[in-house]
């Protein structure tokens, strides 16, 4: 069932406008755990960083699996509130990952396989993890997915490698909610439309796309104001 999204006159969303908090820097290789924050949201911070920052309070992160998690729970490391787990995972072993038990929802980037991104996206929903989508997807692959996260209970977390790809998963994300053609708004993203949303058609669209992670969220944010978006 589409969830309506009333448009009207541009205005003010305060707090929780459609861009608060959605953009995470991604890892980089080399940052230290104590160099973490002044991001719009979240930055995702690798495991493996955390491990060896005992006394360093590395404040609320994304933490990015690349170890396992049971060597977190042993080893010393950095204090921190994990805002939610992010997890690179082979479609051949997206049964260990659904397996996992974290104190925080984990979202979980399925590879290259024999699962569709669509079906990934199903078997993640259905059993209560968050579907990751990744950057450079298809507009086939991406109105597939999103046709499943309209009806699911959980929401998705992305990737993008620009201001343009935000602005399409944005678009994609309020066409599947309100029933629109979602491959032409993915094709043809129109800024115009995401600002006129109130606050409640904003927040509905956020309980849908938790946060993309990018390498540069001051830049994609500078770019998504220069085209409107606040």
Known sequence: MAIPLSLGVPRSRGP???????LSAAPTAGVSADTIGGTVGPRVVLASTLIGCHG???GRIIVGLDIDPAELRTREQAS??????????PAAQLGDALALRLPSPLAVFVGDGELGLAESAQQL?????????GSGCSIGEVADFLAVLAHADVG???RACDAAEVLALLSGTVASLRGDNVRSALADPTAEKLT??????????REV?????VSDPARVSRELAAAGLR
């Open 125 to 133: 929903a259905d059993a209560g993890r968050i579907p990751g989508l």
């Open 196 to 205: 006129a949303l109130g606050p409640e058609a904003a927040e509905a669209v």
């Open 80 to 89: 921190y509130e994990a805002v939610r787990f992010h997890l690179d995972c």
């Open 56 to 58: 360093t309070d590395a």
């Open 209 to 213: 796309l938790l946060g993309i992670e």
């Open 156 to 158: 998705y977390v992305a």
């Open 16 to 22: 929780q406008s459609l861009l608060e908090g959605l």
